[in-house]
């Protein structure tokens, strides 16, 4: 196996890493939000706060306009992204001169490091621009394999790892491989919505767990073991998780893995926010069980969102199956980020990355401290991605008018909770750390003044 330089040892310490869990005196949530899969539109309010489908109403389906004749139900049960009408307004204030602040856009600020970028020339000069196998480049899949070496210490053979365009293309394989149609996966409720809509794509569903602070915002075997049914195949989690930033432990991972394989279960763990987490590491699954699908990404700490680079890591069983897919589905990933990809694992490039992690650190210490000050409740703080998640009951049960009017009055974008599920959604808001620090602190006096206008 190629060595590859080990610029930073990582997360085998993030074994013992155990959680701050917040546990407020109410009783913990246990109404399953049971989802029968595939049907219906309607959302309905529940005390005020919670959006929720109706009885018999698939959480997938956001959207109140009727299917188009012509154009399949799956594609109508999608929801777009709620902050995309808000980004588009934020443009539009823009073009009109006004200065607007984002803090909605879930992708770093920093662009490409330099020296991928270099590679990523190099590959187009050197004209690699041909489809490569549809598991990746060999040199890639090795390089990825010393980066679990490197960084857990743990020897993941290149045969069970799966170059993918984005996290995304991971995500897009591993649910259709393990979610026949009417099955489901147990998903946090708030969490990344696009993970329900790949379980629609395939005709599966999403069965949403309400989780709050008591649980850092996460599943646990409780909750597995009160939401789970006949037609549950698995559960996906994210560490870091996004929108709540919220990591689990060694521990907290090898919980789920026992709740979920005691069931006959799967676990699929997102770690694509891996290497953006501040004053710990993050551990992989990997390091507890080794049967886990594990998606990770070349978008959010290696910073090449546009190249649209991923990968999975699969037990060896799985790989024949998911090449098969990889084949039908795209073919392969880009070659050119393939192989600018491999100056990510460079000591000149994780220089860069880890420069970039103490920055998003800075971020988050300056935002944190402030917007509690203000009067956002953060329960539990975040470890790691790039997210403050933030319930603003104290101000609404609106947010997505409170949004609004921070967009309009202050022109500070930020993103309102129902784009990440239902529960609690109405009062809670998502901010991404994804701008200098003198430009933070200029949203943050914007928000106060924005505050005392929405409370006047
Ligand atoms: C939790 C999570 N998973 C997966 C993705 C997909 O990212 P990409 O396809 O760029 O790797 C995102 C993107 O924001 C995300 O937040």
Redesign the pocket.
């Known amino acids: 196996m190629q060595r590859l330089p080990c610029a930073r040892v990582w997360a085998v310490a993030g074994l013992s890493t155990t959680l701050p869990v917040v546990t407020p005196a109410e009783p913990a949530e246990t109404t399953s939000l049971a989802v029968p899969p595939l049907v219906g539109s309607v959302l309905v309010s529940r005390n005020g706060t919670d959006v929720v489908p109706a009885a018999g109403r698939t959480m997938d389906d956001m959207s109140t306009l009727p299917p188009t004749p012509g154009y399949s139900r799956r594609s109508h049960d999608i929801a777009p992204f709620h902050v995309m009408s808000l980004l588009a307004r934020a443009q539009a204030l823009e073009q009109a001169g006004h200065d607007v602040i984002h803090l909605e856009i879930?992708?770093p600020d920093f662009s490409t490091a330099e020296p991928v970028v270099r590679a990523g020339q190099a590959a187009l000069a050197a004209g690699h621009t041909r489809y490569t196998a549809a598991r990746g480049l060999p040199s890639l899949r090795e390089a990825i394999s010393g980066f679990y070496r490197c960084h857990y210490g743990l020897a993941i053979d290149p045969e069970r790892i799966l170059v993918?365009?984005?996290?995304?293309?991971?995500?897009l394989l591993a649910s259709s491989l393990l979610v026949d149609p009417g099955r489901h996966w147990l998903l946090a409720d708030p969490?990344?919505p696009?993970?329900r809509h790949f379980l629609r794509l395939v005709e599966g569903g999403a069965q949403l767990v309400p989780v709050d602070a008591r649980t850092a915002w996460q599943l646990t075997p409780e909750r597995i073991a009160s939401h789970w049914n006949d037609d549950s195949v698995g559960a996906l989690v994210?560490s870091p998780?996004?929108?709540t930033g919220t990591v689990l432990s060694a521990e907290q991972l090898r919980g789920l893995s026992q709740a979920l394989h005691g069931r006959g279960g799967h676990l699929v763990v997102?770690e694509?926010?891996h290497g953006l987490t501040y004053g710990m590491d993050a551990p992989s699954v990997l390091q507890v069980d080794d049967s886990a699908f594990v998606?990770?990404?070349?978008?959010?700490y290696f910073g090449m969102?546009g190249w649209?680079?991923?990968w999975l890591v699969a037990p060896p069983a799985a790989v024949p199956e998911l090449e098969k897919l990889a084949q039908n589905l795209y073919i392969s990933a880009s070659s050119i980020a393939q192989h600018a990809a491999l100056a990510c694992f460079s000591d000149e490039a994780t220089a860069i990355f880890e420069a970039r992690r103490e920055a998003f650190g800075k971020r988050r210490d300056f935002l944190l401290p402030a917007l509690r000050e203000l009067g956002f409740r953060i329960d539990v703080e975040p470890q790691g991605?790039f997210y403050l998640y933030a319930d603003v009951s104290a101000f609404t049960d609106d947010a997505q008018a409170f949004c609004a009017h921070f967009l309009e009055t202050e022109h500070v974008a930020f993103t309102p909770g129902l784009d990440f599920g239902f529960h609690g959604a109405n009062h809670h808001v998502r901010l991404a750390y994804t701008q200098e620090v003198p430009r933070l602190q200029e949203a943050v006096e914007r928000i106060a003044r924005g505050l005392r206008s929405w409370q006047g």
């Open positions: 879930g992708e993918t365009p984005g996290g995304s293309g991971a995500l969490g990344y696009c993970n994210a998780a996004n929108p997102d694509i926010y998606l990770n990404s070349f978008s959010k969102t649209r680079l991923g991605a």
